[in-house]
């Protein structure tokens, strides 16, 4: 095991693409200060790079001025009122400002602020309406421990609570301090909070179902002595990682990327390159939503946007080495805005590395033997936790050109409680008396995709049967069908696993030695889509999860699947507004939007701690090489000399040959 890098021994000049800095946070909130538009009394949900255009980056040469620019978003916390300005940290100016309302259609609310989780633990316990609910229920001496747990109310229509910066609280209890409350759910206690006005709507008391008692703590303490089976596994590169990295610029086996992360998408990568030749412009996971297929009054509103509204990227782990990444290490630090626009460093927040990943390419030939290559990849990620769930997101590239991205989810499961035994359809009974409800996780990838250039093309291919008959004499036969997707209403697809469907997006104007234009395809895995009505609220807040494919017509301020503002929105935003005017994409820089992710129908074996879960997708080269372009990587460093050792024998003996030495 080896101790990690960090980026900032490298690091040079600053290029247009480079997350911000602590200083230039910092330098941000001054200029806000100076323009009068931050105070004692304004916080700051949310704080972006705003990003330049791309005519601006390509224009751009090293050691040439910057004009770096931030986005913000700034609420008066006695009012609600929200602002939303453009400041250039680099000529100290205000350049533009705008104010959002929140209280008229269709509404939307800023992010959390994490002083607002502290503030609604304050306003519940403060409430006589729930210290009479849990008086009621006979758990008056629990009330000092009990946890308000901070959620989104999602939008369902209350006068009560439209246009206003609500959030609702479910209550959970504590043993004592340090236990986990998760596994101590008062079932059918719901409190509704005013932030602006820091008091309770309403209380909401459904029922008297006892609380489930047995411990949820995950601690050697509780769970017992850790095995003694396993066996050290040792990541060991004696000559160092084979990537080079400079300031945020990484160079690895023909790939060439840039590393980026910010306070809401968290990594985000730009431009992505293969022998150097471009591929992506800017890649990310922007959006998730986590709706709950529950019909109970406790949590039939939940539908969780952990982007939009929590924001991923200030959720964001410091990673552990030999806990969360293993072998030699590279790590980006992170910088987001706190509640107050002051920067707060989330240390090693991305992880790089290199693993083994088994097989590459293999054949054995009579009379010639075997050739075997080992795979590599390169990892890239960071881990976030929101609430009870963790969340991975890893970027995979491999020395043949693809990409993989997955989605990994942990933490633990959302619970309420219930009669022992007792058949509930929408919740399954993973432990006595605890009730798990079914939800989906359903992430939205943003691809800025750049194939041999911006100028790209959409095709849908399918796998067909082809009847048997005149073409399929011996009914063998089968072939594949393209489909062109010319408009954003056409690029609006599902995924088919029976037709083995991908999408290729080609080059509009390179070709490969065949004569067919270079390409990549995005290869779906399995997924649901959202499993809401239709008709439902959650379907028109979140209808981005209602396709496994979008694609847009690019412009650099359209990055949020479901709006800049989903908390408390009545729908319509992201996805449905971009594509309204139904924009060509033929030939043009486009973007895809790829919906993956979970549908969790919960078991015992997810309790008290869930182990990973596992979503994602493939971007693969098609035709973008003339050949695999990993036939010249070498035999692994242990295909000789080891397995002669296990022979006993002197020479090296090659991997095909069976140790047959002497």
């Known amino acids: 095991m080896v101790a990690g890098t960090r980026e900032d021994s490298a690091r040079g000049g600053i290029h247009p693409l480079d997350p911000l800095t602590g200083e230039e946070i910092a330098r941000t909130r001054e200029i806000l200060v100076a323009g009068g ?11 972006l790079p705003h990003e330049p255009e791309k005519a ?12 770096r620019r931030v986005e913000v978003t700034l609420m008066a916390v006695d009012t609600g009122g929200v602002v939303e300005a453009i400041v250039s940290i680099t000529r100290g100016v205000v350049d533009a400002q705008r104010v959002h309302d929140a209280s008229a259609p269709p509404y939307g609310q800023p992010q959390y602020l994490f002083e607002e989780y502290e503030r609604v633990q304050q306003i519940m316990k403060a409430s006589p309406q729930w210290q009479a609910a849990m008086r009621r229920r006979g758990l008056e001496d629990r009330m000092a421990l009990a946890y308000g747990s901070p959620l989104a109310p999602g939008f369902v229509g209350r006068p009560t609570e439209v246009g206003r910066r609500v959030i609702r609280s479910l209550t959970f209890l504590r043993d004592s301090e340090g236990d986990n409350p998760w596994a101590h759910p008062v079932e059918g206690l719901i409190a509704h909070i005013d932030l602006v006005t820091d008091e309770v709507i309403v209380v909401e008391d459904h029922g008297d179902v006892p609380v489930p008692s047995a411990s949820g703590m995950y601690t050697p303490e509780v769970v017992g002595p850790p095995r003694t089976s396993l066996k050290p596994i040792e990541i060991t590169q004696p000559e160092g990682p084979s990537f080079r990295v400079d300031g945020h610029r990484v160079d690895w086996e023909g790939w060439s990327l840039r590393v980026d992360f910010n306070a809401r998408e968290g990594l985000v990568l730009h431009e992505v390159s293969f022998g150097g030749r471009s591929v992506l412009s800017r890649a990310s996971i922007p959006e998730m939503v986590v709706p709950y ?74 009379g010639i033997g075997a050739e075997v290559r080992r795979s590599r990849r390169l990892v890239v990620s960071y881990f976030a936790t929101v609430g009870n769930y963790d969340y991975g997101f890893y970027w995979y590239f491999y020395l043949d ?14 619970v309420g409680a219930g009669e022992h035994g007792a058949h509930n359809p929408h919740a399954a009974e993973i432990a006595p008396t605890v009730f798990a409800p079914v939800h989906q996780h359903l992430f939205c990838a943003r691809l800025d995709v750049a194939i041999d250039g911006e100028d790209n093309q959409l095709v849908e291919v399918d796998a067909a049967r082809i009847p048997m008959g005149e073409r399929n004499p011996f009914g063998n036969a089968f072939t594949w069908t393209e489909t062109p997707l010319r408009t954003e209403h056409e690029a609006q697809r599902e995924a088919d696993a029976g037709a083995a469907r991908v999408w ?104 008290p701690i869930m182990p990973v879960d596992y979503a994602g997708f493939w971007f693969k080269p098609y035709g973008f090489m003339d050949v695999n372009p990993a036939m010249d990587v070498p035999e692994s460093a242990q295909a000789h000399g080891r397995r002669s050792a296990q022979c006993g024998c002197a020479d090296g003996c090659a991997c095909g040959d069976g140790c047959r030495c002497g």
């Open 293 to 366: 297929g529950d019909t109970s009054p406790t949590r039939f509103w939940i539908s969780y946007f952990d982007a939009g509204e929590y924001l991923l990227g200030k959720s964001a782990n410091p990673l552990a080495l030999g806990c969360d990444c293993l072998g030699v290490i590279h790590y980006f630090d992170g910088h987001v805005a706190d509640d107050y626009g002051n920067p707060t460093l989330i240390p090693n927040v991305v992880c790089m590395h290199e693993e083994d990943y088994g097989i590459l390419w293999k054949h054995t030939e009579p």
């Open 401 to 414: 050109g693809s990409i993989q991205v997955e989605a990994k989810a942990t933490g633990i499961v959302f």
């Open 56 to 67: 601006e980056v390509a224009g751009w040469r090293e050691g040439e001025p910057v004009d």
């Open 504 to 607: 290729e997006v080609r080059s509009a104007s390179t070709k490969n030695y065949v004569g067919k234009p270079t390409a990549y395809h995005l290869i779906p895995q399995p997924t649901a889509l959202l499993m809401a009505d239709p008709g439902s609220s959650v379907a028109d807040r979140a209808t981005f999860a209602t396709k496994h494919l979008w694609a847009t017509a690019y412009d650099r301020d359209e990055r949020w699947p479901a709006g800049r503002y989903p908390n408390a929105h009545q729908g319509g935003a992201g996805l449905p507004a971009y594509t309204e005017d139904d924009r060509s994409i033929d030939g043009e820089d486009l973007v895809l939007w790829h919906t993956f992710g979970l549908t969790h129908i919960p078991r015992p074996e997810d309790w």
């Open 37 to 47: 538009l931050l105070s004692d009394s304004v916080r700051v949900p949310m704080l």
